[in-house]
């Protein structure tokens, strides 16, 4: 075990002096309480795993498993650890050593770089909540007795309604006014399936600040979903994949209203490739056109005011891949304020993670639903009306954990809002 | 001589602990037990320390059970609190129980009018400040490691930090102790009722046990005495072109009659890391930085601060008075980091925790900054320096590649001449981070006659030699 994933495993890990900051820091750590549950204790596992003093096995796996990947611990780290990507790089090579569960292998492989299955799979959750075999399995406890993971993923999504996102948005949406800018839309597979009102929304809003918009048709996974489970080998021939179909768009930007998917292009697409490769010059050309949509019209188009109020009181949870990951925070916060009608109110500990992080709030569901807890009376302390974010898997997760109180706060990206704004609905 | 396990197999004794306490706080499967192997201290990364089990008691009856046990049958027993000492003094060199009380983190009792706290072993320093600030009070000793830090540590290493030029260190705030002794006995120092900010009745028992790095009891409740939150501080940062000045500048502050808060020294690489770290400050890169923190009430924070500016504009090339809350934790935090992060003074480096925490007379910090330096020089190792200047106690920092043997050798061999210039020239070899296993081996020097004593102390407390082996005493138990 020496390189994997553009990633030295001994120059990384002696860094680390083990000072043990990052137990301060660790949403896990903080509800599980052991050393192994902690960045440092990870990191040491991993190192043991370098050094031959432990073999891979299913409970190794396990404890490097059980992390959200929020680069809490590696933001805040003194001595430079970048121990989510070292966690990330430890998967790949257990991913290979053990061999990924079934379930696993046939999601990531499967469903999600097929976007024919991909469609077919959100039919039969779609038949699911609408046949009510939901309420009846909730009312009769009978969800009780389902797997303990497809209950919680049943718990877990949204009533997902209606046609996808891409079927809602045509290919090319005209600039409203005079055309600034060609942009391509990356539409990401949670936003597609899961909130397709956000592409909707995103789309307007571009177009409205003087955007072409090219929903590029034939984009995959942005592969986030697969480097969190260590399978670098499909993620690496999804970016290969999104590079063409990005580059044929022939666009001047790329946006994306997914924090997860804006990092993995903006970000990680480099970090795939050999360094000197025409892939990773791609990949880096790419980088420099990636813009979070709340970014982009901050940074790039400024935003144009809505004519009509839009009376909220509104706070905003920071995704860990854009806040940390892009360092992009306050720009969300200018959208919501530009908003009329819109009362911002910040919430304590807004950038701690919600707990979701991809398929962790499914496949650990009790640690999630604890993190989650902190989140949401953070968001209660607020008594806001709306929490908005800029990830579709925190909106889920902060959905869920609102509805499980009882309570009526919605979730909305924060482009809806300034889309509600032009609407006047 | 009490090792590991004692009588029991190792199988025996996770499954009784199993029995005491449960799967859920009981870990033995080798994952787990691998991330119990370390502290910060380089000698706990290249030498394999894995505890036969970890338990993780949440009561005093638990903790005793688990003592009387471990008594029974000869069992070594080593408390830990976050693992964030550099001594090894957390981890089992000898095997047996490693005792993580980490968990444990109950604040008891804020006793706003009497201005004390009790609190269990696991508590947080920032936690325990942070929760005393809405009754105006606070906890004054400040580790480095204040985020993560336990009480139960510090009081079992009498650490202190960045404020002890004033303040002291943390056994000073200490009114009493719940310990389990090593046969399992609960006992009370301070008075078994007692509130009382002084006591003189008895033995100081609480005193015995500061600094005592578990080897003679598990500490498992602690009353402190907190004091009024100042509502008012400033740091005064001054640059200097040379270290002997910033060292000077220091003690002209204190002939002018004023006591800081905290008076920290970095020197170049010091500087450099923490630049590297958080961009956003912009220190100057010169030889050395002093920052001198003030406080108290709004008017003599003011006049201090300007004093001290004035004292070190004489010797420094800048100086710098901050009293923007916003900036100051920057500068604070900042210097709070530099422990893990001065590895950032050197391209693909790593600073190892090893020669430390050396404590110099006051007269001597001019000619031991220097001389570290050429030690450092002499064996062609970076060496950072940064710590408490206020009070002599210096962090000297050796930066290396830890993969490349040579380096490593060099840099123990600079650790030794640290630890043996601060014996030549009356200093200390530790003066807030402990023995613990590192610097076992300088205590018959350190200590002569007085030595012997303690000795007989831990075999009086602690006669099976089952708590924290290995540790204080080179080669014993």
Sequence with gaps: MEVTYQLDFAQELKKCVRCGKCRTSCPVFHELRGESASPRGRLALVKALQTGDLEPSEELADRLYT????????VDCPSGVISDEIFVAAREYLAEALGQPLMQRALLRGFLTRPGLHSSASSLMRLYQKSGAAAVLDKTHLIEHLPEKAEAAARLLPDVAGRPGRKRVREVTPAQGEKKYRVSYFLGCATNLLYPQVAEDTVEVLSRNGCEVVTVDDVKCCGMPHLAYGDVDTARELARENLRALADAGSDYVISDCASCSATLGETYQHLFDPGTPEQARAKELADTVYDVSRFLVEVTGI???EHQVEATVTYHDPCHLSRAQKVTEQPREVLRAVPGVEFREMAEADRCCGSAGSFSVMHHDISAKILERKIDNVEATQSEVVATSCPTCTMQLSFGLRERGSKADVVHPVQLLARSYRGK | MAAGTGMVTAAALVTDMLKLLGEERVFHKDVDLKTYTYDSSFVSQINDFTPEVVVMPTSTEEVSRIMRYADEHGVAVTPRGAGSGQTGGSVAVRGGIVMDLSAWNDIVEVDEVNMQVVVRPGVVHADLNNHIASYGLYFPPDPGSSEWATIGGMVANNASGLRAVKYGNTGQYVLGLEVVMPDGQVIRTGGLKSKALKSVSGLNLTGLFLASEGTLGVITEVRLKVWPKPPSRAIVVAYFDRLEDAAQSVLEVFKAGILPSGIEILDDGAIRSVNLFKPQ????????????????????????????????KKRAGSVEMATDPKRMKELWTGRQAIGAASARAKPNAARIFAGEDVCFPMSKVPEALRRIKEIGREHDTMVVIYGHIGDGNMHTAPIIDPLKPEEVEAAQRVAEA?????????????????????????????????????????????????????????GEE
Excluded at chain 2, 289 to 305: L, P
């Design chain 1, 67 to 74: 992390c959200l990947l929020c680069k809490t611990c590696a």
């Design chain 2, 281 to 312: 400050l912009k220190l100057p890169e010169v030889e050395a930085a002093i920052f001198f923190e003030v406080n108290g009430s709004k008017a003599a924070t003011a006049d201090e601060g300007r004093q001290i500016e004035e004292i070190a």
């Design chain 1, 304 to 306: 144009e005011p809505g």
């Design chain 2, 418 to 474: 640290i630890h043996r210039l601060a014996l030549e020239i009356g200093g200390a070899t530790t003066g807030e981070h402990g023995v613990g296993f590192v610097r076992a081996a300088f205590m018959e020097e350190e200590h002569g006659a007085a030595l012997e004593v303690m000795r007989r102390i831990k075999d009086c407390m602690d006669p099976k030699g089952i708590m924290n082996p290995g540790k204080i005493w080179a």
